[in-house]
């Protein structure tokens, strides 16, 4: 089983550009989340989706949308990227209530 | 705002020293999970211990909760090489997680 794979790996922006980062799980989890990894932080949640069509926002949702197209697929679009966005972004996914999360392997933005 | 703060932010032993990391978290939790992460990569769930547990072991892992204190323990036994990551503890409550900072483990040859 693949698990959460994100796509890109790797993306470099320019300030005010826009850009999608796709995240699909084979593991039919109810819920999703995005997350953002910054240097010396831990995880800060970004929006989540505690099943399909429904969407909240987490701590750090500004300058970010999310999209929860079904069951196994979870976009965060950044419409107008900023440096602050800078960041390492990560998937999850976990079946639903309390319980392990499943992590993608990150996708790493830097905006110029 | 973070919930869980690990403690130390550094640790560096030697292989097969046994290696402690501590949370502290806040407010009241349904349970309390370990993840570890490799550098450059995802994070991997280690173990979950309820709050209702004292104590859990998962093969060289053992986890303590303290629900009086708000905290909880990680202990690594017989470190290894490949157990070098950071490490990090999350708070699970209301169905979402929150975080700590995290500990960087280094184990030396």
């Known amino acids: 089983n693949a698990g959460v794979t994100q796509t890109p790996k790797f993306q470099v922006l320019k300030t005010g550009q826009s850009m999608t980062l796709q995240c699909a799980q084979d593991m039919n989890h109810n819920s999703m989340y995005w997350y953002r990894q910054d240097p010396g932080m831990g995880l800060r949640l970004i929006y989540y989706?505690?099943?399909?069509?429904?969407?909240d926002k987490g701590e750090v949702p500004n300058g970010y949308n999310v999209s929860r197209l079904n069951k196994r697929e979870f976009s965060l679009r950044l419409e107008s990227a900023a440096p602050s966005q800078t960041s390492v972004y990560f998937c999850a996914s976990r079946s639903g209530g309390p319980g392990e999360l499943f992590f993608g392997e990150g996708s790493r933005l830097t905006v110029l | 705002s973070q919930q869980g703060e690990e403690d130390p932010q550094a640790l560096s032993i030697q292989e097969g020293e046994n290696a402690t990391m501590n949370c502290s978290y806040k407010?009241?939790?349904?349970?309390l999970q370990w993840y570890r992460q490799n550098s450059g990569r995802g994070l991997v769930h280690l173990i979950l211990?309820?709050?209702n547990e004292r104590e859990k072991h998962s093969g060289r892992l053992r986890v303590t909760l303290d629900t009086s204190k708000k905290s909880s323990s990680l202990l690594i036994t017989a470190s290894r090489a490949a157990d070098t990551a950071s490490y990090f503890c999350a708070t699970d409550s209301n169905y979402q997680l929150i975080w700590g900072a995290g500990t960087k483990l280094i184990i030396k040859p």
């Open positions: 211990i309820r709050s």
């Open positions: 407010t009241s939790i349904n349970n």
């Open positions: 989706s505690a099943s399909e069509g429904t969407t």
